[in-house]
């Protein structure tokens, strides 16, 4: 069965520091990753997925398949950046949308 | 365009009692899925539904039940209300729901508590 684990339930990080928030999965297969935000009073909302390779707003991904990981950073945090964070695993292939989320990292940007 | 809506956004029952909960997709989006989101055990899969067809379930008890309209509308269903089922249920819809490269866009959730 996979699983996604987020082992800091809270990081805080001053203003202009870099941060990382950490993602291991476990799956034998081909998995999908995706990073999910939730800021304040807002919905869950997609941040990225690892198949596209992008920087959105500052934040990276990248898949290390040798490690199992997907650690989502941002060389420079904002305060803007605080909210909760999912990490989430989808299967590549299968018939329907289905995510294994992790219990997610809260993160603050202190001033 | 509108986004995911759900309805209620809050609801308070007693043990024993059954729930609906309703959830309208984005236009266009024929999946959507059922999380529960609790803070003991984050957000956990409930079910996924495509063209009016379950096609992925999670590892609830057969309490839990859902369904699609032909309209993609849908509805999930609790029976038998235990203390363990208050929690924040959340509705996604996505507009790939042929292999999870989709973008999950999220409602705002119904707040369940059960007394």
């Known amino acids: 069965a996979q699983r996604v684990t987020q082992p800091e339930k809270l990081l805080s990080v001053f203003k202009g520091a870099p941060v990382e928030l950490k993602c291991n999965y476990s799956y034998s297969g081909s998995p999908e990753l995706f990073w999910y935000v939730q800021y304040s009073r807002q919905r869950l909302q997609l941040l990225l997925r690892h198949i596209s390779r992008e920087s959105i707003k500052g934040f990276t991904a990248d898949l290390n398949k040798g490690e199992t990981s997907f650690h989502l950073k941002k060389p420079f945090a904002q305060e803007e950046d605080s909210a909760m964070y999912y990490c989430?695993?989808?299967?590549?292939?299968?018939?329907?949308?289905?995510?294994?989320f992790g219990e997610g990292t809260q993160l603050t940007v202190n001033p | 365009k509108a986004g995911v809506t759900q309805t209620p956004r809050y609801l308070i029952k007693t043990r024993g009692q059954q729930v609906t909960l309703s959830c309208s997709p984005i236009s266009g989006h024929r999946s959507v899925s059922w999380y529960q989101q609790t803070p003991g055990q984050g957000l956990q899969f409930l079910f996924e539904?495509?063209?009016?067809?379950?096609?992925n379930k999670g590892n609830f008890p057969g309490r839990f039940s859902g369904r699609q309209f032909s309209n993609s509308r849908s509805e999930m269903n609790v029976s038998t209300l235990e203390l363990g089922d208050s929690a924040l249920y959340l509705c996604?819809?996505?507009?790939?729901?042929?292999?999870?490269?989709?973008?999950?866009?999220f409602g705002e959730g119904s707040r369940l508590t059960v007394l």
């Open positions: 996604a819809s996505t507009l790939i729901a042929t292999a999870n490269t989709g973008e999950l866009f």
């Open positions: 989430a695993l989808g299967i590549r292939g299968t018939s329907g949308s289905r995510l294994t």
């Open positions: 539904y495509f063209s009016e067809t379950q096609r």
